[in-house]
Nanobody, 129 residues
Framework: VQLQASGGGLVQAGGSLRLSCGVS????????IAWFRQAPGKEREGVSC????????YYADSVLGRFTISRNNAKNTVYLQMSNLKPEDTAVYYC???????????????????????WGQGTQVTVSS
C-alpha cells in the first residue's frame, strides 16, 4: 500500500495550489484521510481531515476559509485545494490514512499522529512573500 502526495511547488503569496493524495493497493473509501504539514524546526501539525465517505471535514483555524479538502473515492484520491496562500503556509505537506471503523467518523489529528495506518512521503509547498 502506498500513499503518494503530489502537487506542491513554489507560489507567490495570495496564490493557489492543489495537493493530491493518491492511494494504491487499498480501497480509499475504507480510510479517513488527513493532511499534515511540517515546517523546518517545527512539529508536524494537522491541517485538515475528511471522513471516509467525505461528508465530514475539519480544518485547523490557521487554514479555515482558505483551504478545502475533498475526495474522489472512485479515483482513490484526496485533494487539498489551497487558496490565498501565505508565507507561513510554507512546509512539507503529508497525507495520512486511518482505517474507518465507522462510516463518516472523523478522527482527531492526534488519532492520525498516533495510529495512522499509512503516511505519504510529503510534498514541499513554498510560498514567497
Amino acid at each position: 500500500v502506498q500513499l503518494q502526495a503530489s502537487g506542491g511547488g513554489l507560489v507567490q503569496a495570495g496564490g493557489s495550489l492543489r495537493l493530491s493524495c493518491g492511494v494504491s493497493g487499498e480501497n480509499l473509501a475504507s480510510f479517513a484521510i488527513a493532511w499534515f504539514r511540517q515546517a523546518p524546526g517545527k512539529e508536524r501539525e494537522g491541517v485538515s481531515c475528511v471522513s471516509n465517505v467525505g461528508y465530514s471535514q475539519y480544518y485547523a483555524d490557521s487554514v479555515l476559509g482558505r483551504f478545502t479538502i475533498s475526495r474522489n473515492n472512485a479515483k482513490n484520491t484526496v485533494y487539498l485545494q489551497m487558496s490565498n496562500l501565505k508565507p507561513e503556509d510554507t512546509a512539507v505537506y503529508y497525507c495520512a490514512a486511518l482505517f474507518a471503523h465507522e462510516d463518516d467518523l472523523l478522527p482527531t489529528f492526534d488519532s492520525f499522529l498516533t495510529s495512522a495506518d499509512y503516511w505519504g512521503q510529503g510534498t514541499q509547498v513554498t510560498v514567497s512573500s
